[in-house]
């Protein structure tokens, strides 16, 4: 299933996207050079790209729906890696208690 994912992420994304698995069923995706609406349109992307997956062969009957935790900061934000991490972290469980398919995203890191 996390092969399927995958695929679908890299085949929705820019080639100047990074997908990289960073737990056990959760993705990172950098976006360089997206603003806060660019953002939203490509999470809305990866959840329809999900939603379309065809799960043949599996016990699967209603698909599998995502949860997208987003930020958006500029170069000169002066966020280090695990705080970066932490605000993503805290999107996504958000987004995870609000349902599936849902993208939350942090407003307050966001770029200008």
């Known amino acids: ?27 990172t995706i950098f976006l360089p050079n997206t603003n806060p609406g660019g953002t939203i349109i490509a999470g809305e992307k990866l959840i329809s790209s ?23 900061v500029t170069h000169d934000a002066k966020l280090t890696l695990p705080e970066l991490m932490t605000t993503l972290a805290r999107e ?7 349902g599936g398919n849902r993208l939350v995203m942090n407003a307050k890191q966001s770029a200008r």
């Not at 939603?51 to 958006?72: F, H, M, Y």
């Not at 996504?92 to 609000?98: G, H, R, T, Y």
């Open 1 to 27: 299933m996390l092969k399927r994912i995958a695929r679908a992420f890299r085949d929705t994304c820019r080639v100047e996207d990074v997908v990289a698995r960073t737990g056990s069923d959760e993705f």
């Open 50 to 72: 999900v939603r379309e997956i065809s799960w043949p062969g599996t016990l699967l009957k209603g698909g599998v729906t995502i949860s997208i935790g987003a930020t958006c």
């Open 92 to 98: 996504l469980a958000q987004a995870k208690q609000s």
